[in-house]
């Protein structure tokens, strides 16, 4: 491939096509969430079955990304984002088509698998394509989209609800960003690896036992849980509190668009390591807010959790990139993948917790509304432990790269 100036010539196009990727994939988080009331009364599904077939989707993800890490630099980005293209398209027409529990189950699994193989494709060619701060401004830029993917999917889906669309006419428009990125990535060549080791699985395995990418693993692990377990929970807790939820989400949402877009800004004048600690100060301050305040106060609450949590994503993957290059294709779909486990796992914990919580606040004599709030509050301070071990954990890193920087000859990693 052509560079021109140390960037892939076709970067630009690459990058557009990745981002029309992640926003596939955001409208199938989206859109899928909001038709799930349509589809249990349509195919007559059970609040459980409803949970295994969003289950998929969490299970195909981070699947496609380990394996796609894989095999990047063996069979190549075109190959995994092709299989993409193919998993969503099918996915999506099974979805309108299957009309039976099993052929939702497959259908979301494969428009899992394709949202994993987008990650695990955008991320390395992104990091091979672009140099320096511009790859961390570019790939803040590409995350951008999934909540900003979200916010437009989300809106869009309520509107047709409310209009009356049926839900087979929501899931169609899935496939126009799917279609978009097919074209864009079509014919296109992919940037090499920067580094000849990152393109093999030794070197990659080699890097990834290194203290600095497993203490990353850790980080990521906690940055992931700040991000979805808080947004998974926050808007039923508050709607108790005379907030509006679809605002407090919306408001998240958009706010963690625009602020990853001057992603590249912040990291040039505070380097990522001083970004990601603000952003555990943040985070930590925002969900303390969520579990004490009501009403409007939420919304501010809102405001620093969002610009806590924006940061943390793209960062993670672009530290990797940058730090530990040879972890290479491999190492960022570990990362990615070890995010998304996270978030799965964590799930049941903070549902444990809010059961527990509960029992509490109802002991106490809360009923009602105030029950769900107290409890709801109680539990999402508990849910401060995890960006609060970031706040130590990222002061760690600042001044462990500090050392790195300050004598180059030792080998920290």
Known sequence: METTNGMASNANRLFYASCFALITTAFSFSIRAGILPQLGEE?????????????????????????????????????????AFFAHAIGIILTIYSGSYVGLLISTLLIGLGNGCTEAACNPMIADAY???KMSTMLNRFHMWFPGGIAIGSLVSGFM???????ES??????????????????????????????TISGNFKAMFSPLFIFMLVCMALT???????NQWVGLILSKSGANPMIILALTAGLMAVARFFGGNMVAKFNQTGVLLGS???ATLGIYLFSTQTGTMAYVAAIFFALGVAYFWPNMIGFVADKIPKSGALGLSIVGAVGMFSSSIFQPIIGGWIDSDKAIAAAEGFTGDELELVSGQATLLTMTIFPGILIVLFTVLYFWMKKRKENPEVEVV
Not at 161 to 167: E, L, Y
Not at 224 to 230: H, K, L, M, Q, T
């Open 43 to 83: 195919l007559s599904l059970s609040a459980e079955q409803l949970g295994f077939i969003n289950s998929m989707w969490f299970l195909g993800f981070p699947l496609s990304m380990v394996v796609g890490g894989l095999i990047y630099h063996k069979v190549g980005g075109k190959a995994i984002m092709q299989f």
């Open 131 to 133: 140099q320096g701060n």
């Open 161 to 167: 609800t409310d209009m009356s669309f049926s839900w």
């Open 170 to 199: 929501q899931i169609w428009l899935i496939l126009i960003p799917t279609l978009i990125y097919a074209y864009l990535f079509f014919g296109q060549s992919w940037p090499k690896a920067k580094e000849a080791e990152a393109a």
């Open 224 to 230: 992931a849980i700040s991000e979805f377990g808080p």
């Open 280 to 282: 555990a100060v943040l």
